[in-house]
């Protein structure tokens, strides 16, 4: 089997596995308790938010715990939401192939009153962030951009938007739930207000991850009860889970360079292979792009039924983002970038991790090549694009 789905989920790493493992059996106290056992889960749940912080620069204090990314999304957005509100500044700027616990949220935000601005997503996969400046207004109270796309792997100028931000004294939060653990990020250097992350997306477990949360921004509390995590996050702490998503990104951290380098030649390879498929073509910049991260277009097929026999041939990849692989609607990912409908319903995505080999890539690019060609060879909208009834658009 050869699994290349790495942006759906991460296996868990054996330094996660055994860090929750020893939490759950030694140190299983309830954090806010004054006894031993709880002092002690306590001290693990510092030294995991201390971890944290250190990593993606920031301070300790700034890190809240979550249940996941949408949750992060979710309460920095509607806080920001709830800051500007106070102050009559009823409008946010984002783009339009962020992740659906963004895009949710906004819609939720313009059904009570406030006005959206989604930015256009280029053909390459990247905003400009000249058009970024150029959405912000005066009663604009945030703007929230992804890191990297968890589609189609292209990394933001983030940097450049953060600066922007700064300038404009507009608060800045980014979902880096596909970025983090596998790019540098520093929150101070770039700007960054808040940022969003979660642990199954760098070999951590399901179910937690954290919001980063700059000195000074008020946090609007999505779960009311009691007063763990600065009175802005009820209910008990996972302190298995958060200890291990803090081992599994100090370890992701201390081997990210020669993953990056690895899994970029690795990309580069399967991409020139995939290249040999005619009518096919990579979604986003080849270049600006996630390390592990491939993402084409096969014109004449769909994607369901790719994976389907990709998978018959042990290779588990998806068509786009695993929160959304039960719907039939094309990935609107793919719509921002430009993609029409019929060129959209035909995309595979393939994120591959740190134990990818060059043979593997071989067979990848073999399967690929040999599924598109089957199901081609009884497609009926292959058929009129070879009669010349229809015209090919790759």
């Not at 709880?38 to 700034?62: H, M, N, S």
């Not at 292209?154 to 004294?169: F, S």
């Not at 004449?300 to 790719?306: A, D, K, Q, T, Y």
């Not at 990709?310 to 793919?334: N, R």
């Amino acid at each position: 089997m050869i699994y290349a789905d790495n942006a759906a989920t991460t296996q868990m790493s054996d330094t996660a596995l055994a860090t929750m493992t020893a939490v759950m059996k030694e140190t299983w106290g309830n954090p806010s308790s004054l006894y031993g056992v709880g002092q002690r889960a306590k001290e693990v749940l510092e030294e995991a938010r201390a971890t944290i912080a250190d990593i993606i620069g920031a301070e300790p204090r700034e890190i809240l715990f979550t249940s996941g990314g949408s949750e992060a999304d979710n309460q920095a957005i509607l806080s920001a939401a709830r800051l500007g509100e106070k102050s009559g500044k009823k409008h946010i700027v984002s783009s339009a192939f962020e992740h659906h616990a963004v895009l949710h949220t906004l819609k939720r935000l313009e059904a009570e009153g406030f006005q959206v601005t989604l930015v256009d997503v280029h053909s390459d996969g990247l905003i400009r962030p000249e058009e970024v400046r150029d959405a912000i207004r005066e009663d604009t109270c945030l703007v929230t951009i992804m890191y990297a796309n968890n589609e189609i792997g292209t990394i933001q100028p983030i940097r450049e938007i953060g600066e922007i931000c700064r300038e404009k004294k507009v608060l800045f939060h980014t979902d880096a739930v596909q970025a983090v653990g596998h790019v540098p990020i520093d929150v101070k250097a770039e700007n960054i207000d808040m940022l969003s992350a979660s642990a199954h997306k760098f070999h951590g477990p399901k179910g937690v991850g954290f919001l980063y949360a700059r000195k000074g921004i008020r946090l609007t509390s999505l779960i009311e009860g009691g007063a763990q995590e600065r009175g802005k996050r009820a209910g008990t702490e996972n302190v298995a889970g958060i200890a291990a998503m803090a081992a599994a990104l100090r370890e992701e951290n201390a081997h990210m360079a020669e993953n990056a380098a690895h899994l970029t030649e690795m990309r580069d390879l399967l991409i020139a292979g995939l290249r040999g498929i005619p009518h096919g073509d990579l979604n986003g910049d080849a270049r600006r792009r996630l390390p592990g991260n491939v993402n084409f277009c096969f014109e004449g097929i769909e994607g369901e039924s790719l994976l389907l026999l990709l998978d018959d041939k042990g290779i588990q990849a998806s068509s786009g983002s695993a929160c959304t692989s039960g719907d039939l609607d094309p990935s609107h990912v793919l719509l921002a970038i430009g993609r029409v409908h019929d060129v959209a319903h035909g995309s595979l995505r393939l994120s591959i991790g740190p134990e990818i080999t060059a043979e593997d890539v071989k067979t990848i690019v073999g399967a690929v090549t040999e599924v598109v060609t089957y199901l081609r060879g009884f497609s009926p909208i292959w058929r009129d694009l070879m009669s010349g009834k229809k015209e090919f658009i790759l």
